[in-house]
């Protein structure tokens, strides 16, 4: 099992330019999870999908859109980078029914806005 | 809205030393997670509390969950240099997601 696998792993974007970070798990998990992290502030949460079909808003939405394309896949869109944007993004997947899981975290997306 | 704060945020100590990172919310958690985060890497799950008062051990590592289900402690006995790292507790509520805490980043001085 390859767990949860990211792409791209790193990224330089110039202001205004737009992108989809890609996001996939093998574990037959119902939800997913887009996180950024910032020195000193721990994981943020984008957005989650709590099971196919269905995705809300987190912690820190705005600039974000998400898309759960089937239960292995979800990814993450930036419609137009701003500096701020520049973060580590990671992505997680977990259980949650019967009881709450362990999140299983992605190596991560390295991204610079310019 | 929900908080989850930790403290220290940072904690340098030589090895063999002892070190313990807290966990505090500001409501009530269904259970805490802690996730450990080495330099470059992802976090990586350690253990989930859920009951009251619980306490649970890992070779060095031991979890409390405090009898309020507020507030969370790891302590490490004896740290060596594989525990350089940094260290995430993570309450979740009777909602889908969990909220992390800032973390504490630990340096062990050798």
């Known amino acids: 099992n390859a767990g949860v696998t990211q792409t791209p792993k790193f990224q330089v974007l110039k202001t205004g330019q737009s992108m989809t970070l890609q996001c996939a798990q093998d574990?037959?998990?119902?939800?997913m999870y887009w996180y950024r992290q910032d020195p000193g502030m721990g994981l943020r949460l984008i957005y989650y999908?709590?099971?196919?079909?269905?995705?809300d808003k987190g912690e820190v939405p705005n600039g974000y859109n998400v898309s759960r394309l089937n239960k292995r896949e979800f990814s993450l869109r930036l419609e137009s980078a701003a500096p701020s944007q520049t973060s580590v993004y990671f992505c997680?997947?977990?259980?949650?029914?019967?009881?709450?899981?362990?999140?299983?975290f992605g190596p991560g997306t390295r991204l610079t806005v310019t | 809205g929900q908080q989850v704060m930790q403290i220290p945020q940072y904690q340098h100590v030589q090895e063999g030393e002892d070190f313990t990172t807290y966990c505090n919310s500001s409501t009530t958690l269904s259970n805490i997670q802690w996730y450990k985060q080495r330099p470059g890497g992802h976090p990586v799950f350690l253990i989930q509390l859920v009951k009251s008062g619980e306490v649970k051990k890992q070779k060095r590592l031991t979890f409390q969950f405090g009898e309020a289900k507020k507030n969370s402690s790891l302590h490490i006995t004896a740290t060596q240099t594989t525990d350089v790292g940094t260290y995430f507790c993570?309450?979740?509520?009777?909602?889908?997601?969990?909220?992390f805490g800032t973390g504490t980043r630990l340096t062990v001085i050798p």
């Open positions: 999908s709590a099971s196919e079909g269905t995705t």
């Open positions: 574990m037959n998990h119902n939800s």
């Open positions: 997680a997947s977990t259980t949650i029914l019967p009881v709450r899981g362990e999140q299983y």
């Open positions: 993570a309450g979740g509520t009777g909602a889908n997601n969990l909220f």
